[in-house]
C-alpha cells in the first residue's frame, strides 16, 4: 500500500532565519505515517540538510540540470544535490516550463540526470484554464508524460513520483474540485498501468492551492497518493495540517484494506 506523500515547494522563498524557525517546527511534529519532504532553494540546502539532520523529513531541490558537470555556469547538477543529501528534486513545475522555457523534452532529460544519481523526480504535469476549457486535458497531459517516458524508458516509469498540477489553480487560491482532481489521477494511473508493471507503485500528487481544509477530501481520493505543497509550505501550521490530512487519509486506507481481506 502506498504512503501518504506530502512536499513541500517553497519556490523563491526563505531565509536563514524564517527557515531555522520554520524547519525547526517541522523536525519534530510530522506525522510519523506520513512521508515528508521540503523542496529549497539551492543556497538554502546546506542549512536544511543540517537543521533536518534526524529528522522525518526529506530535504529535496525545486530543479536540476540536465548535465551531469562541466561549463555551464549557473547550473546546479544532480550529483550536487546528491551531495547535499536530497532525495528528491522538482522537473517540470509549470513556473519551468511558462517562464524559463522549459518544454517537456528538456524535463524529461532533467528527470533522467536525476535518475542516473538516484534522486526522485518529481514530475509536474498540468493544463492551462484554455486547455481545461476546449477539453484537451487529457492530450496535454498525455502529451507531458509521453515525452518524459520516451526519454527515461518505460521501466524507469516507476522510479518517479508525478505530480498533476492544473496551471489554473498554481497560487490563485482556487483549488480543483475532487471531481476534476480524481478524473485526472484516474487517467494518469491509467496511462502508467499502459506502460509499466510497476504502476500501482507510483505515487501520484495533487498540487494546486492546497490547504489544510482542503487536503483532506483531496488526499481521500482513490488515486490521490498526497500533494505537492506551494504557498501553505511556508507556515508551519498550516503545512502540519495538511501533513495530518494526509496521516488521517492514509488511516482511512489502511482500514479500508484491511476491511477487504
Known sequence: MRRKLVVGNWKMNGDLARNRELLGALSTRVPDEVDCAVCVP?????????????????????????????????????????????????????????????????????????????????????????????????????????AVAGIVGASSLSKLVIAYEPVWAIGTGQAASAAQVQSVLSFVRGWLADRTPGADDVRILYGGSVKPESAGPLFGLPDSDGGLIGAASLIAAQFLGICEAARIAWQDNVRQFEGLK
Open 42 to 146: 539551492f543556497p538554502y540546502l546546506a542549512q536544511a540538510r543540517e537543521l533536518l539532520s534526524g529528522a522525518s523529513v526529506t530535504l529535496g531541490a525545486q530543479d536540476v540540470s540536465e548535465f551531469a558537470e562541466g561549463a555551464y555556469t549557473g547550473e546546479v547538477s544532480a550529483a550536487m544535490l546528491a551531495d547535499f543529501g536530497c532525495r528528491y528534486t522538482i522537473v517540470g513545475h509549470s513556473e519551468r516550463r511558462s517562464m524559463f522555457g522549459d518544454d517537456s523534452a528538456l524535463v524529461g532529460r532533467k528527470a533522467l540526470a536525476a535518475m542516473r544519481v538516484g534522486l526522485v523526480p518529481i514530475l509536474c504535469v498540468g493544463e492551462s484554464l484554455e486547455e481545461r476549457s476546449s477539453g484537451r486535458t487529457e492530450a496535454v497531459l498525455r502529451g507531458q508524460l509521453d
